[in-house]
């Protein structure tokens, strides 16, 4: 049987291997130059390839649960015993995150191309797919270098994050032409823009804090760890992980930062008394110096109204304000960074459009598709790379 796989990402390398350990004969069609660019840019070029704690619970979509019969199918286990039957060496962090040995994406990438490197397996990069007919019971798939003829056509053509490493809307639209819709798309796994006033002059500062994202009173996402500010709002892994509630969480969002996560009001106030009758002569802006970066320091004294005056001159009232901004530093958020900076696609193809146990569509039979391209996208840390190798493998079993 001819199978044509659409995409040469991670979800589309692990359907063409998987289609050609089948007995099949594949085309794998991908529009760089080369395979698996935007896998090289994964967990800071590490490549965080998957995470211990894979399960539906860290996965989002119309339909979250769509996605358990794929992660349960090529668990992580079976992930893992096979990338090291292929040669890999990995290493896991106790936050459950699997890194290969080499901390090279490269490593994952070399195992991968070099699977692929076999008679059954036709690789035709540099090659954009603009259509996809219907053609008795098979399919004609129609490129820049051609027409091509097959049984099953399988669509891993990606999402629209990441377009300087081969994001795009192709897989949507490829879709369309057979019938199927998608839902909303928007950017995840991205930046905060928020009132760019204390962030712009704070660019370039890190901090440990707990994050909340808000519409009102009603809290949308938490999250703690490493924040960084930028020129435009706010960054870093604690952002990232809950970056998908603030793009789809519509107007009237902040985000709150807690830079003293584990104190009571009462120890912050008490720690700022201390603070305040230690100062001598210091500036009030000094307040915070030796526990906050200096410059973030200054900016929270600044936030409260206090600045140039003494420190030893605040009141209790006054330092309870500083004490507020300290542990509930709140920003405007005016949305976040576009999909050329988002590592993931939140929304996709319809789920319910396919069938959870196969990939295929219940449109139109024979045809596939995996990866996030679909309506799946998982949280950060490992999670959507195993939703592309357990789905690429599903889909590449194409089953008859």
């Known amino acids: 049987m001819n199978v044509i796989v659409i995409g040469g990402g991670a979800a589309g390398m692990m359907a063409a291997i998987t289609a050609a350990d089948c007995g099949h004969s594949v085309t794998l069609l991908e529009r760089q130059a080369r395979v698996g660019r935007k896998l090289m840019a994964t967990g800071n070029g590490r490549c965080n390839l998957t995470n211990r704690h894979a399960a539906p619970a860290h996965y989002h979509g119309e339909d979250s649960d769509w996605c358990a019969y794929a992660l349960a199918a090529f668990d992580v286990e079976a992930t893992l015993d096979w990338f090291a039957g292929h040669g890999l060496v990995t290493t896991t962090e106790d936050s459950g995150r699997v890194y290969p040995y080499s901390n090279m994406a490269g490593s994952v990438l070399d195992v991968l191309r070099y699977a692929l490197e076999r008679p059954d397996i036709t690789l035709c990069a540099g090659c954009t797919v603009s259509r996809i007919r ?56 991205v930046q905060l823009k928020t009132d760019p006033t204390y962030p712009r002059a704070l660019k370039g500062v890190k901090a440990e804090a707990a994050v909340t994202i808000r519409r009102g ?45 584990d104190w009571t009001d009462e120890a912050t106030m008490h720690w700022l008394r ?22 973030l320091g200054q900016m929270v004294c600044k936030a409260a109204g206090f600045t140039n005056q003494g420190a030893a001159t605040l009141t209790d009232r006054e330092l309870e304000k500083i004490g507020r901004c300290l542990r509930r530093f709140t ?18 193809l319809r789920t319910d ?6 990939m295929e569509s219940k449109l139109v039979p024979g045809f596939y598709a995996c990866g996030e391209v679909l309506d799946i996208d998982g949280d950060c840390g490992g999670y959507n790379l195993q939703w592309a190798w357990s789905s690429g493998h599903l889909a590449g079993l194409v089953m008859t």
């Open 134 to 189: 219907r053609r008795g019971s098979g399919f004609t798939v129609e490129t820049d270098q051609g027409s091509f003829a097959a049984d099953k056509v399988i669509l891993c053509a990606g999402g629209a994050a990441g377009s300087k490493v081969g994001g795009v809307m192709d897989g949507y639209q490829l879709a369309k032409q057979l019938g199927h819709h998608r839902t909303a798309l928007y950017p995840s796994l």
């Open 217 to 261: 009173r009603e809290v949308l996402a938490e999250n703690r760890g490493e924040i960084l500010f930028t020129e435009y709002g706010v960054s870093g892994p604690a952002i990232f992980e809950i970056s998908r509630a603030a793009a789809t969480g519509g107007e009237g969002l902040t985000v709150e930062l807690d830079f003293l996560p």
């Open 274 to 295: 201390q603070r305040r009758d230690g100062a001598a002569d210091r500036e009030a802006g000094t307040l915070l110096a030796g526990t906050l970066h200096s410059r």
């Open 331 to 348: 920003l405007e958020v005016q949305g976040v960074c576009g999909f050329d900076q988002a590592q993931v696609t939140a929304g996709g």
């Open 353 to 358: 459009e396919f069938d959870p146990e196969t």
